[in-house]
């Protein structure tokens, strides 16, 4: 079974690069992050990657505007859509699998 690709992209390098580490350090799990820290370069290789999903920061995107996007937000909110910054890596990688 191929494992789904998910783009990871934020201005705050620091932030992105130690959540990717993270879950590439988690076995079995049903994806594989590609991070981005220009919006601009996630863009172009949008389409020639077909990505399964995005993880993309609020600094770049303020809604979700396709199914498969999240936003990480500042801000802890209801949407489903929205995935706050300051949860666990656990909890992040939870509402990213469902």
Not at 22 to 42: A, G, S
Not at 54 to 66: L, Q, R, T
Not at 87 to 92: G, H, L, Q
Request: hydrophobic residues 35%.
């Amino acid at each position: 079974m191929r494992k789904k690709r998910i783009a990871f992209c934020d201005a705050q390098e620091s932030y992105i690069l130690r959540l990717e580490e993270y879950i590439r350090q988690i076995p079995h799990l049903p994806f594989v992050p590609d991070v981005y820290t220009d919006y601009k370069k996630f863009l172009e290789c949008k389409n020639e990657l077909g990505y399964d999903g995005a993880v993309i920061a609020e600094c770049f995107m303020k809604e979700a505007d396709s199914p498969g996007i999240l936003i990480l937000s500042e801000e802890p909110g209801l949407e489903e859509w929205r995935l706050y910054r300051y949860r666990s890596a656990d909890e992040c990688i939870k509402v990213i699998r469902s």
